[in-house]
């Protein structure tokens, strides 16, 4: 079993930067590739970025390439997405999910565990 606590959301204005950081409490938490997805209102859930156990591997969407970095540090359990150039757009709810897999379309069925998610609101 793995809980997942993300933490970092909140209020900036468009162009600002956020990093949402996510926390772990498994033990063999480098096994896991870690994603973010983000929802808003009314919106089917968005895959934003997934970094592989070791963190050698990252993959990221075109929507928020160039502008989203996904990292870990599993030292520490933890695995964080730094937001930079933030749109209205990218309003929403941001969670993080683990999984041991490594895939090409980062479904999130592919995913066997999830946070809570963090509000990040982007104004214009």
């Known amino acids: 079993q793995v809980q997942l606590v993300e933490s970092g959301g909140g209020l900036v204005q468009t162009g600002g930067s956020l990093r949402l950081s996510c926390a772990a409490s498994?033990?063999?938490?480098?096994?896991?590739?870690m994603g973010w997805f983000r929802q808003a209102p009314g919106k089917e859930r968005e895959f934003v970025a997934a970094?592989?156990?070791?963190?050698?591997?990252?993959s990221y969407p075109d929507s928020v390439k160039g502008r989203f970095t996904i990292s870990r540090d599993n030292a520490k359990n933890t695995v964080y997405l730094q937001m930079n150039s933030l749109k209205p757009e990218d309003t929403a709810v941001y969670s993080c999910?683990?999984?041991?897999?490594?895939?090409?379309?980062?479904?999130?069925?592919?995913?066997?565990?999830w946070g809570q998610g963090t509000q990040v609101t982007v104004s214009s």
């Open positions: 999910a683990a999984t041991y897999l490594w895939v090409s379309n980062w479904h999130p069925s592919v995913f066997n565990y």
């Open positions: 498994a033990r063999t938490f480098s096994r896991y590739a």
């Open positions: 970094v592989s156990g070791s963190g050698a591997l990252t």
